[in-house]
């Protein structure tokens, strides 16, 4: 408290003119009582989750649990239906356009499906962040991107084609970019995906080695248990359209819920849903495609 109401003497006032007051111990990251969906449908809600600065969150859940959803409310690409989403203490409810995109750029985003652009090479596609969105000098953005590169192990891989590199490498090129803004939140959307077992403990260990060496805070979206509790502060476990439960790996890992010792021995049979629930909108489908047989 102490400290608290000490920075917020001393910060200098162009902080406060510029930024939202964050104190650093701030949530980087807050959701209170949340709802997200699509249209009519539901996907999410009562979510409630804080992350701080430094702490890797694991969020995890089944497919279709909600976790992209989580995501892209976080990014302000998916309005929530009701609650509050905070990001560096700005409510998106609150945020203009101009805003929201001015808080992203302070975000680093790992998507499910980043693709990196095939026409440029290892460099240029690390790079394209910062020439999108700083005006850097050249010699400058040159070491930017081969100290990124060399983070992920790839620094000798600057000049290779995307063509030329495995899926693997073509992984931590992604991971590279979504750091190379130096970001204060990354959200890390499947990064071991498709990775085999050596290759996902290197992933998970750089994904604990960035946050710490850039001192952001980090959301690993991931089904992977080993990797993720290897690596993460806190735990989120999404399920049944709610938060089924949350926790240091620790404290998880001797839960008793059944639900949660589903997911974590990733059994066959219990209470983790398998089957897309049927909708309105599905049910509209089908009387078409019989009325039209
Ligand atoms: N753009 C969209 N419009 C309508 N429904 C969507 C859309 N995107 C996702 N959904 C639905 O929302 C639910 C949650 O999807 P989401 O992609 O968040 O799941 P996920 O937990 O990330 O799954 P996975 O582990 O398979 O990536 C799914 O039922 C999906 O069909
Ligand atoms: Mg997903």
């Known amino acids: 408290m102490v400290a608290r109401a ?3 003497t001393v910060r200098p006032l162009w902080f406060t003119m510029l930024a939202p007051p964050l104190y650093p111990s701030d949530p980087v990251l807050r959701l209170e009582n949340v709802t997200l969906g699509y249209g009519e449908f539901t996907v999410l809600r009562d979510i409630s989750l804080e992350v701080l600065r430094g702490q890797v969150v694991a969020m995890m859940g089944g497919s279709g649990s909600g976790k992209t959803t989580l995501l892209r409310a976080a990014t302000g690409q998916l309005v929530a239906k009701s609650g509050t989403v905070e990001v560096f203490g ?10 929201i995109e001015s808080l992203r750029q302070r975000m680093g985003v790992l998507f499910q499906q980043g693709a990196l652009f095939t026409d440029l090479n290892v460099f240029e596609n690390v790079a394209f962040p910062l020439r999108e969105h700083l005006h850097m000098k050249p010699a400058k953005l ?3 991107v081969l100290d990124k590169l060399n983070a992920v192990g790839l620094r000798a891989a600057a000049h290779l084609k995307i063509s030329q590199i495995s899926g693997g490498m073509a992984r931590r090129v992604a991971l590279a970019r ?3 803004l130096e970001p204060e939140l990354v959200l890390y959307d499947e990064p071991f995906a498709g990775l085999d077992p050596i290759s996902m403990g290197i992933t998970a260990r750089l994904i604990r080695h960035l946050s710490d060496k850039l001192g952001c805070a980090s959301i690993v979206i991931t089904h992977d248990v080993a990797e993720s509790f290897a690596i993460a502060d806190q735990v989120y476990l999404v399920g049944q359209g709610v938060m089924k439960a949350h926790g240091t790996p620790a404290t998880l890992g001797t839960s008793a819920d059944p639900y949660v010792q589903q997911f974590l021995q990733g059994q066959a049979d219990g209470p983790v849903a398998f089957d897309y629930p049927e909708t309105n909108a599905f049910q509209s489908w089908l009387a078409m495609q019989r009325g039209q047989r």
Not at 90 to 99: F, G, S, Y
């Open 142 to 144: 040159l070491e930017r």
């Open 178 to 180: 979504a750091v190379v």
């Open 90 to 99: 700005q409510n998106l409810a609150h945020a203009d356009r101009a805003k």
């Open 6 to 8: 000490l920075w917020l």
